[in-house]
C-alpha cells in the first residue's frame, strides 16, 4: 500500500539520493546510492517491517481502525459506520479513541481500506478528529546473546565506572535512604511467570499475578526470554539488596501478532487499578520501536503526564547508521515523538561512547546506558551462569530502573523532577555531543544526590 509508512521509506531515501547528487559532493553521492541499491535488500531482510511481502500483506484484511470521533457522535452513528466498512468494534474509549479490526468475514474485496473509509468518512459527514488504519506490529527488538560470563549474585555492572553503582550505594547507606516499593509497566512480550527471579518480582491480586495480556493472545504462557530479561532489569532485580524492592507489572504484547493500539489499551488498564488502589507506577519501560506514528498511542503517552516514558531508541546494523542519521530518513516511533515525559535512550559500549548497534541523534536520543554485554539475571546451566544481552532495549530497562528508583525515595517527585535528576546528574562527554543530547551519560550516584539534595 503506496500510504505507509513502510514503503514511504525507500521512496523517502529515492528522494534523498537525488538531493545528494544535485547538492553534495561526488564522493557522497555515490555512497548514498551504494546504500539504496546495495543494502535495501539486507536492510528488508533484517528488518521485514520493511519488506515489500509485509507492505503487500500489512492490510490484506487484517487491519485495525482507531479512531477519534468529534464528542457528540453517537454510539449509533460509530456502529453504522463500522459496520459500512466491514470492521467490528473491539472497544470504546480509549484515551477518546474508538477501536475495531477488519471482519474478515465481509471483507472489501480490490479495494484499498484507507481509500474506503476516507470515502464513508467524507460522504457520511461524520464528525472525527483523527484516525489510523493500522496493520499488525512487527516490533524491532534486540535478540538476547547466548554468550555465558560467571559472575556472583548481586554482582555490579563492569560499566560501574560510568554509573558510579558503587557509590550509590554507600551514599544510600550514609543517608539511610528507605525506599517504598512501587510498580514498574513493562511493555513487552511474555515474561516467564515462573522464573525464579520473576516469581517475587510479581504484583498479585486476588492470587493472580497482576499483568495485562493482547487480546490477539490466548495466553500468557507464550513466554520469550527478551521480555524476561528486559522485566528483570527493569525491576532492579540485581540489585534489590541495595536499592529497594519494585514490582513488574507486565503488558503483553507480541511481536508480529499484537497491534500498537494493544498497548493504549493495556495503559488504560494499568492506569484504572492505580485509581482503584490495586496498584502504583510511575514509569512506562517501552524496549522496542515501530515506524508507526499512531496517534492512539502518541495521545496516550501524553495524556499520561504523571508517568515517566523510557523508550527505547532503537537498533541498526552499524555499517550504515551514520549514513541513514545523517540523512533523518528513519522514522522510529516512540523514539521521536518530542513529549514532555518521555526519555529516549541508547546503547553505549564498555568504553563510555555510544554502541555501533544503537541509533544516535543529538535531535531525539537523550541519554546513554549499558547496552553491550550487560548481564541480565536469566540464568543458564546453573545459578552463576547468566545471560548477556544486547541492545537499546537492555539500555532502555537499566535507566528505567534507575527512574523508578528515584520515584521509590520520595512519591511526591514530579516527571519533570525525575527527568532534570536523571539529566543533570548524566556524565557529560563530549566526544557524544553531537549522538547524544548534551552528550548525556547515565550515573546512577550523581541522579540520587540530585533528588537527595534537591528535597
Known amino acids: 500500500m503506496k500510504n505507509l509508512k513502510a514503503k514511504l521509506f525507500f521512496i523517502n531515501l529515492k528522494k534523498h539520493c537525488f538531493y545528494a547528487l544535485k547538492s553534495r559532493s561526488f564522493i557522497f553521492s555515490f555512497l548514498v546510492f551504494f546504500l539504496f541499491y546495495f543494502c535495501q535488500d539486507s536492510f528488508k531482510s533484517k528488518y521485514p517491517i520493511f519488506s515489500d511481502s509485509f507492505i503487500s500483506q500489512s492490510l490484506n484484511y487484517d487491519a485495525r481502525l482507531t479512531i477519534k470521533f468529534a464528542k457528540d457522535v453517537t454510539k449509533k452513528v460509530k456502529d453504522d459506520f463500522f459496520a459500512k466498512i466491514s470492521f467490528s468494534p473491539i472497544v470504546y474509549d480509549i484515551f477518546g479513541y474508538d477501536i475495531a479490526e477488519y ?41 538476547v546473546e547466548n554468550t555465558q560470563n560467571n559472575i556472583i549474585h548481586n554482582d555490579i555492572y563492569k560499566e560501574d565506572r560510568f554509573l558510579k553503582i558503587r557509590q550509590a550505594v554507600n551514599f ?16 513487552d512480550s511474555a515474561p516467564d511467570f515462573t522464573h525464579p527471579n520473576l516469581e517475587n518480582r510479581l504484583k498479585h491480586h486476588n492470587n493472580k499475578p497482576i499483568h495485562w495480556l493482547s487480546r490477539s493472545l490466548k495466553s500468557n504462557k507464550v513466554v520469550d526470554i527478551h521480555g524476561t530479561s528486559i522485566s528483570c532489569l527493569a525491576s532492579g532485580y540485581r ?27 493495556g495503559l488504560k488498564y494499568f492506569n484504572k487499578l492505580e485509581k482503584d488502589g490495586i496498584i502504583k507506577f510511575s514509569v512506562v519501560n517501552m524496549s522496542f520501536i515501530s515506524n508507526a ?20 531508541a532503537g537498533n541498526v546494523f552499524g555499517e550504515v547508521r551514520g549514513i541513514l542519521d545523517s540523512l533523518d530518513i528513519i522514522n522510529v516511533y516512540p523514539a521521536k515523538w518530542q513529549l514532555k515525559n518521555k526519555i529516549t535512550v541508547g546503547a553505549m559500549n564498555s568504553f563510555g561512547l555510544v554502541s555501533n548497534i544503537s541509533l544516535i541523534s543529538k535531535h531525539f536520543v537523550d541519554i546513554i546506558a549499558p547496552g553491550e554485554n550487560v548481564e541480565s539475571c536469566i540464568p543458564l546451566s546453573n545459578e552463576s551462569l547468566y545471560e548477556k544481552i544486547a541492545g537499546t532495549s537492555a539500555s532502555t530497562a537499566i535507566v528505567s530502573w534507575v527512574a523508578n528508583m528515584l ?3 520520595n512519591s511526591k ?32 550516584c550523581n541522579s540520587l544526590k540530585y533528588i537527595r539534595l534537591a528535597k
Open 103 to 143: 471482519n474478515k468475514e465481509s471483507h472489501i474485496v480490490g479495494s484499498d481500506i484507507k481509500i474506503v473509509v476516507d470515502n464513508i468518512l467524507k460522504g457520511s459527514n461524520i464528525k472525527f478528529i483523527k484516525y489510523n488504519i493500522e496493520a499488525r506490529f512487527y516490533g524491532l527488538h534486540n535478540a
Open 413 to 444: 517527585l514530579s516527571v519533570n523532577e525525575v527527568k532534570t535528576a536523571l539529566f543533570l546528574g548524566a556524565k557529560k562527554n563530549k566526544y557524544l555531543s553531537n549522538m547524544v543530547k548534551e552528550g548525556r551519560v547515565l550515573n546512577v
Open 172 to 187: 544510600i547507606k550514609q543517608n539511610k535512604i528507605k525506599f517504598k516499593k512501587q510498580g514498574i509497566v513493562v511493555v
Open 407 to 409: 520515584f521509590s525515595m
Open 293 to 312: 506514528d499512531l496517534s492512539i498511542l502518541y495521545d496516550a503517552i501524553k495524556s499520561m503526564n504523571n508517568k515517566l516514558f523510557v523508550v527505547a
Open 239 to 265: 540489585y534489590k539488596k541495595w536499592f529497594g524492592d519494585s514490582y513488574i507489572l507486565p503488558l503483553i504484547i507480541n511481536f508480529g501478532k499484537s497491534y500498537l493500539s494493544d498497548i493504549a489499551i
